[in-house]
């Protein structure tokens, strides 16, 4: 069985840069609170994209499946749940998904795939040591 690794809570105040003019959050920010949840889950783990880009190494992002359930809005307070599985040595799945802080009514649930792999060849590559230990 696979290991799944619940990922720390991230809490988010909608603020007008996060709408559109009815006070609605823009669809393509939800990616964005996905995006800065898996940046901190390496950072979490000691994991610098900064010391991995000058190693010519990054994770991708290889497919995201995303389900718009309800509109968060205008002062709406959220978090930001994310958990990941380990597929393969080189590939990691991230469920996520954006809730109210105070009534937990879900707002948007996604699975983001992401492969890590060798900037100059583009292909895939093993998993920093620090990454895989913490799947073991």
């Known amino acids: 069985m696979?290991?799944?690794i619940k990922c720390n809570d991230i809490e988010f105040k909608i603020y007008v840069e996060d709408t559109d003019f009815q006070g609605v959050v823009y669809h393509a920010n939800y990616l964005?609170?996905?995006e800065r949840s898996r940046s901190e889950f390496l950072s979490n783990a000691n994991i610098s994209q900064k010391n991995l880009r000058e190693n010519n190494t990054?994770?991708?992002i290889k497919g995201i499946k995303i389900n718009y359930l309800k509109a968060a809005e205008l002062g709406d307070q959220i978090v930001v749940q994310t958990s990941v599985e380990k597929k393969s040595k080189a590939r990691m799945i991230f469920y996520q998904n954006v809730i109210h802080k105070i009534t937990r009514k879900e707002?948007?649930?996604?699975?983001v795939e992401v492969c890590f792999i060798d900037l100059t060849t583009k292909k895939p590559k093993k998993f920093p040591d620090d990454l895989l230990l913490i799947f073991d």
Not at 107 to 111: A, P, Q
Request: glycine content about 8%; cysteine-free.
């Open 2 to 4: 696979k290991k799944t």
């Open 32 to 34: 964005k609170y996905f």
């Open 107 to 111: 707002f948007v649930n996604g699975e």
């Open 58 to 60: 990054a994770f991708v």
